[in-house]
């Protein structure tokens, strides 16, 4: 069973048409989630961490949330170079960190 | 400040074969996790290395070892290799064991193709 599931799994969006991904996750005893940003041949790069529901973080158009049971990324007038897989990660437990298969977003010019 | 970095970049090899990928992590961490991620897919945990020895494991097999040096690189080997072991291999790296999965840095990754 997926711990971590992003939808929709692709997106493609007009430059400037605001948009919004989902992260949901069943694990217990989250101790944080993460975003990442990976293009293309590159490894992950960080985005955001949260931790608790009701927290908020921004970066440029990007902004998380987070709620008891689901993650959102927003995404406000996205430009072609926010194009990219956005991946969603849990850590729980003992210290595990398990990442969702992503979404992948391309904003068209 | 170098970053978290991978050799090789690409890597073809054949069925039954064996691969030694290795990993410099940024300067200052001293934590190493790897990562596989097939195509289409989130990264999936494969181990990570603290002081040298192998402190958390996810689910996969013992043809996946790996080794970190005094100076924290690290080397992920893979023996008996099969074609589902085709993926990007990403190694990431943080600060002390205890918040190793707060704020991971990954390098490039090398991509292994197995014919």
């Known amino acids: 069973e997926d711990q971590v599931t992003q939808s929709p799994e692709a997106l493609r969006l007009q430059e400037g048409e605001s948009s919004s991904l989902n992260c949901s996750y069943t694990v217990s005893g989250l101790r944080g989630l993460f975003w990442y940003r990976q293009d293309p041949g590159k490894g992950p790069e960080f985005l955001f961490t949260l931790y608790s529901a009701g927290e908020e973080k921004e970066k440029e158009r990007l902004k998380a949330t987070l709620t008891k049971k689901e993650s959102f990324l927003h995404i406000t007038a996205p430009k072609p170079e926010d194009s990219a897989t956005y991946l969603c990660?849990?850590?729980?437990?003992?210290?595990?960190?398990?990442f969702g298969k992503g979404n992948q977003v391309v904003v068209i010019p | 400040d170098a970053g978290v970095t991978q050799s090789p970049t690409h890597l073809i090899k054949t069925r039954g074969q064996q691969v030694t990928l290795r990993c410099s992590p940024k300067?200052?961490?001293?934590?190493v996790s790897w990562y596989q991620q097939a195509l289409g897919q989130g990264p999936q945990f494969i181990f990570q290395?603290?002081?040298?020895?192998?402190?958390q494991r996810g689910n996969f097999p013992d043809r996946f070892s790996g080794h970190q040096f005094p100076n924290y690189s690290s080397e992920l080997n893979v023996n008996a290799l099969l074609l589902g072991d085709s993926a990007l291999y990403l190694c990431a790296s943080s600060l002390g064991v205890r918040t190793a999965n707060e704020k991971l840095f990954f390098g490039s990754g090398t991509q292994l193709s197995v014919l």
């Open positions: 290395y603290y002081e040298e020895e192998e402190r």
């Open positions: 990660a849990v850590r729980y437990g003992n210290n595990r960190l398990a």
């Open positions: 300067s200052g961490h001293d934590t």
